[in-house]
């Protein structure tokens, strides 16, 4: 590593630090934090509205299921945005299911002759459709009429039923109509939910053996489940299809969505393994904050489902913090609750062993928590299990007090979290010093307290070694090894090496050869600044401390041996201040003395005197000038366009150029000829007449 420019020691720590706040991914119930994210990802649009019916209804929802209060101020364009598409006769059954929803959630009190006409369209697609998501749309719209108060039968329920039922397949998955190929657990998930509105919606008891082969079905869908290793259940598709393919979470909602709805309509329980629900609401927990409006309400009312659902209520064991200090003396607190934070029943929590990193018992203790009834909090003294600074994995036994809990509640018997116990490391017997040769005679040795500002200076020839050594313990003694321990070495010339420390069971040492460095030194001799960086996401009082200064004296670098590394440009360095820019002027050439000039410019005016003097000798007078308005007129635009151009002669002397010059000669030159033309064919008439006359 020497030679190379490595990341900073500071970065090293910063890295630590991240390491220390994020120990792992940990399933914590619905918190005050995805409420925020879902007031911002259901943010409404320009004119108020959250797009088309099915967002508007995500929307509403997951803010009433979250107890927000942003869906109220909106309600009236919410209401009267689902009363259009009631009232319109264009509107798909699709549309007329989000609206009647939209309505049921925001009490919009539609008129009952619109639910009437609604409630028929229905009926009528319910009986000429094979479509699994027609009859959805249809089943889920007359339910939520029904659900608002409004008197609604579904005569031919069995027939219905028998229908939907007629596209399950026997792996417990639904097809979407006869003509699909292909079956689908997203497509299960709506069946099912259909299925419970049919039953809801009879005006008489569905077929009790019908209904006993759809729980068969369910339990055939559980058995295709998929799961990871920490006990997370979810469901997804079996064929990727990128026109039904869904993903894992929209998947899993509407399982959910449609095993509850048919529990909560049907007698007697499903068989289904507790384990796998609780899985699920570990699951979408373990989501954390969803990035997109579709997957925030997917995961709500899913979780919202299974909280009030007749088959398990998953109970959640999470832990406020994963990181626990010996200085402080912390406690360890356990949260049992429910998906949405809600009280759990009475419970009882044993602490029954803690593992090691390799999974190696630390200590076995069955010991139970007391309970905080005010906070709803299990809590241990960590002190008195004499566990040392690390990170642990605790296991946790869960058990209801009551056992006529048992069947509607489930724990998940045995949980195990991973915690970080953090404390301060103790740093003993640290020394640096200079060594002549190799047995090790010691030609300078300084003690270092490496907890404070320690600085030395050493010397020292490219015949000797640096010697470091020092020891870490932990609060109870044992022998501490950080994740990282780096010793740094930076020319004054900005070239850095770096260096691990290797550590034993006693002690952290490292001896730098010089002799052997020379080249990865690139035998630049000089000032070397010493620093010393140890770190680790457990130790307290991680430092990055400078040791002081080597004068280190290298021989000359032979001919090919290799260059320093050329420095990182610091990128803001274009935007310092500039070196200040100092300029002399040439100094101005000799020039002519004024008296010469002043004749020079007398000289010049000769020829116009000459002029002048021309026409007084040659008689020029004006009575040729034409009296008549048309032609004096053009007569007086001639001689003053031959004034403007000895003007314009004037201005190029003085302060036109060339170009400027010609372009304004070549306008008055045009005029000239017109006017002058002119002027000169009428004196030639009247010189014409006078010879005839």
């Not at 640096?466 to 930076?490: E, I, Y």
């Not at 200064?549 to 032979?558: F, I």
Request: with cysteine.
């Amino acid at each position: 590593m020497a030679g190379r420019r490595p990341a900073p020691a500071a970065l090293l720590l910063l890295l630590l630090a991240a390491a220390f706040a994020h120990i792992s991914s940990a399933v914590r119930p619905v918190s005050d934090a995805h409420r925020s994210a879902a007031a911002e990802l259901f943010a409404p649009l320009a004119d108020g509205s959250f797009g088309d019916l099915e967002s508007t209804y995500e929307a509403v929802r997951t803010f009433q299921i979250l107890g927000l209060e942003n869906y109220k101020s909106l309600s009236g364009k919410a209401c009267k945005f689902a009363a259009d598409n009631l009232a319109s006769p264009g509107s798909t059954a699709k549309d007329l299911f989000h609206a009647v929803r939209i309505s049921g959630v925001l009490r919009c009190g539609v008129d009952a002759g619109v639910y009437d006409g609604v409630v028929a369209t229905l009926k009528a697609v319910i009986k000429d459709t094979n479509s699994l998501l027609e009859f959805y749309y249809s089943v889920g719209g007359l339910l939520s009429i029904k659900e608002q108060g409004h008197n609604v039968v579904l005569s031919d329920a069995e027939s219905t039923f028998h229908a939907i039922k007629a596209l399950s397949q026997s792996d417990g998955r639904w097809r979407y109509d006869t003509n699909s190929a292909e079956s689908s657990t997203f497509a299960a998930g709506i069946a099912l939910e259909a299925l419970a509105g049919i039953v809801s919606l009879a005006d008489a008891e569905v077929d009790p053996s019908m209904v006993g082969v759809v729980k068969n079905d369910i339990v055939k869908l559980f058995d295709t489940i998929k799961s990871y290793n920490d006990g997370t259940f979810y469901f997804d598709e079996k064929h990727v299809d990128a026109t039904e393919y869904k993903g894992p979470i929209t998947t899993s909602a509407s399982v959910v969505r449609g095993v509850t709805s048919f529990a909560a309509v049907v007698s007697g329980k499903l068989n289904i393994p507790a384990e796998k629900i609780l899985g699920l609401a570990k699951f979408f927990l373990g989501i954390g904050l969803p990035g997109s409006a579709r997957d925030c309400f997917n995961q709500i009312e899913s979780l919202s489902f299974l909280e009030n659902n007749r088959v398990f209520v998953p109970l959640i064991l999470s832990l406020p913090s994963k990181v626990f200090s010996l200085t402080s003396k912390d406690q360890l607190k356990v949260e049992v609750t429910t998906v949405f934070g809600s009280a759990a029943p009475s419970l009882k929590v044993n602490l029954v062993q803690v593992l090691g990193s390799d999974s190696k018992v630390i200590t076995s203790e069955n010991k139970e928590l007391q309970y905080d009834l005010d906070n709803n909090v299990h809590y241990l003294d960590i002190a008195p299990l004499k566990i040392d600074v690390g990170k642990y994995s605790i296991v946790f036994e869960i058990s209801l007090q009551e056992p006529e809990h048992e069947t509607v509640y489930v724990t998940g018997g045995r949980n195990t979290e991973s915690i970080i116990v953090t404390g301060l490391i103790k740093v003993n017997k640290a020394e640096i010093g200079i060594s002549d040769n190799d047995a090790g005679t010691v030609e300078s040795v300084q003690k270092l307290d490496l907890l404070k500002d320690t600085k030395v200076s050493l010397s020292a020839n490219h015949l000797q070694k640096l010697r470091l050594s020092f020891q870490l313990t932990t609060p109870l003694g044992h022998t501490f090894k950080p994740h990282q321990v780096f010793l740094k070495l930076k020319h004054e010339s900005k070239v850095e090496h770096l260096f691990v420390v290797p550590g034993s069971a006693r002690q952290f040492k490292i001896v730098l050869d010089f002799l052997g460095l020379v080249e990865k030194f690139y035998y630049l001799s000089g000032r070397y600044d010493l620093e010393l960086a140890v770190g680790d996401a457990a130790m307290e009082n991680s430092f990055l401390r400078p040791l002081g200064h080597l004068e280190l004296d290298l021989p000359e670098a032979p001919e090919k041996a290799p260059r320093p590394p050329a420095q990182a440009v610091d990128p803001f360095s274009k935007f310092g201040p500039k070196a200040e820019i100092s300029h002399i002027f040439r100094a101005p050439e000799k020039r002519p003395p004024k008296e010469l000039s002043l004749a020079f410019t007398g000289l010049t005016l000769l020829p116009f005197m000459g002029f002048l003097i021309g026409l007084v000798r040659l008689g020029v007078n004006l009575k040729n000038f034409p009296s008549l308005p048309g032609p004096a007129a053009f007569a007086s635009l001639f001689h003053a366009g031959i004034g403007a151009v000895l003007l314009l002669y004037v201005l190029f002397w003085l302060k036109l150029d060339l170009f400027t010059t010609l372009k304004y000669l070549g306008f008055l030159g045009i005029f000239l000829v017109f006017v002058g033309h002119r002027t000169l064919s009428y004196l030639s008439s009247v010189s014409t007449k006078q010879k005839t006359a």
